[in-house]
């Protein structure tokens, strides 16, 4: 079955950049019903879709995070990975990686659901 | 932004009984509605997506409903595993957002 494992350091310094890989295992990344998303969970703000990709290297942002964000693929590893830079505070959280599938019905329309997500790993920023 | 509210923030239910969770969207996003339920420690878990649909596995005492702006998630017969906070999230655009959840207790 489809599992993800996301690893990365726990802790960065204000004004670092948080680096985190996702290793899809159980299936292929190149699923093109699968948006690869990353997602945080932080007491404040609760759950937020930090962006995702596409096998084919698409990718879509938070424009709240837009400027700071960057997201890609390596299908031939079968893994994603995200960065956020210049972190603050703010960005200590749960992060996770999930797959948003497509459940395309037979008229073409497209229904969305995060179906399989990864264990989650804590990043904390601080001084 | 669409903004997605959530209510009650908590509830105590006794197991075996029956609860109803709101999520009220800020504007229409037809039936681009998801739930999660998640349990402590653990990441979300996919039980209702286009409002209604129940994902894979998912028991049918769990229930999504409704169009537009106004949605619901009833659960019957609550088991002892399904005190967890609930979760909806909407993909009728970008960006995604989700709720703040609602936390059902044991009574």
């Known amino acids: 079955q489809l599992q993800l494992q996301e690893s990365g350091p726990g802790l960065l310094r204000p004004s670092e950049t948080l680096s985190l890989t996702c290793t899809v295992s159980g299936g292929s990344i190149r699923n093109g019903d699968s948006y690869w998303s990353w997602i945080r969970q932080s007491p404040g703000k609760g759950l937020e879709w930090i962006g995702y990709?596409?096998?084919?290297?698409?990718?879509k942002y938070n424009p709240s995070l837009q400027s700071r964000v960057s997201i890609s693929v390596d299908t031939s590893r079968n893994r994603l990975s995200l960065w956020v830079s210049s972190v603050t505070a703010a960005d200590t959280a749960v992060y996770y990686c999930a797959r948003d599938y497509d459940y395309r019905d037979n008229s073409g329309y497209s229904f969305y659901g995060l179906d399989v997500w990864g264990q989650g790993t804590s990043v904390t920023v601080s001084s | 932004e669409i903004v997605l509210t959530q209510s009650p923030g908590a509830l105590s239910v006794s197991a075996g009984g029956r609860v109803s969770l709101s999520c009220r969207a800020s504007q229409t996003i037809d039936n681009n509605i998801v739930w999660y339920q998640q349990r402590p420690g653990q990441a979300p878990r996919l039980l209702i997506y286009?409002?209604?649909t129940r994902a894979s596995g998912i028991p049918a005492r769990f229930i999504g409903s409704g169009f537009g702006t106004e949605f619901t998630l009833s659960i019957d017969s609550l088991q002892s595993e399904d005190f967890a906070v609930y979760y909806c999230?909407?993909?009728?655009?970008?960006?995604?957002?989700f709720g703040q959840g609602t936390k059902v207790e044991i009574k």
């Open positions: 990709v596409y096998y084919t290297g698409n990718t």
């Open positions: 999230q909407q993909y009728h655009n970008w960006p995604r957002t």
């Open positions: 286009a409002a209604s």
